[in-house]
């Protein structure tokens, strides 16, 4: 049978259309040309990382009350404190525990405290109404609070047995408090010396610690 030059020019072309669908078919399943191994390619991605860190200031008062509760005064000075040093207070008065404070936060903090002076708070001369820095439950407050030595330095609060008057302005009570965990806790001890010249009565006042953010100084 005779096949016309016209006929095999169909079948030729018949063919390549066919061989070419095949391919794009392969091209497709395998992802392109990139998919076909032995071509050299190059394919780079990047990755970020980012990380903001936000300082936090939170002082907390553990223990945020003292109250001696009610007894009766002596024939001379009566002494009240609320030292964790403290075996007992007399007359019937109680033996609270010291403001607890802990710094929460992630910097160095000042604590100052501001408190009425005796008189405001017992309406007579003649008394005394102090504070004292004291360790806390992580030891040692000079290392909580660094820089603190004998009170003779700026920013210097040195403890003392018989306490720190209370003046109605802002003292510091710790220039640099550590937010280290295990080192980030210390005492304020409230002492009171009471005359017969004080009138029978209650008695309180509210202190303010003010916290002042030093960064990571």
């Known amino acids: 049978m005779k096949v016309s030059d016209r006929t095999l020019v169909w079948v030729g072309l018949l063919a390549f259309f066919v061989s070419l ?12 040309v990139d998919g076909i ?3 050299a390619t190059t394919n780079t991605t990047y990755g970020y990382v980012n990380v903001s860190i936000m300082s936090s200031v939170a002082v907390t008062l553990v223990q945020d009350t003292i109250n001696f509760g009610s007894g009766t005064l002596s024939a001379s000075t009566l ?5 964790g040093s403290n075996s007992g207070n007399s007359n019937q008065f109680d033996t609270p525990g010291a403001f607890h404070l802990r710094n929460d936060g992630n910097v160095y ?22 504070y004292a820095i004291e360790n806390g439950n992580d030891g040692a407050y000079t ?3 660094h820089n603190v030595s004998g009170g003779g330095g700026i920013d210097d609060q040195t403890y003392a047995a018989g306490g720190i008057s209370m003046s109605n302005s802002y003292v510091t009570v710790c220039p640099n408090m550590s937010y280290a965990t295990g080192i980030d806790e210390f005492n304020v001890s409230i002492f009171l010396e009471i005359t017969n010249d004080t009138n029978n009565g209650s008695y309180s006042d509210t202190l303010e610690f003010q916290i002042m953010s030093l960064e990571h100084s």
């Open 143 to 145: 290392t909580v609070c």
């Open 21 to 32: 669908g095949c391919v794009s078919f392969v091209l497709v399943e395998l992802g392109g």
């Open 37 to 39: 191994t032995g071509f």
């Open 79 to 83: 002494y009240v404190n609320s030292s």
């Open 109 to 130: 903090v000042n604590v100052t405290v501001n408190g009425s002076t005796a008189a405001e708070f017992f309406g007579v001369s003649g008394q005394a109404y102090k």
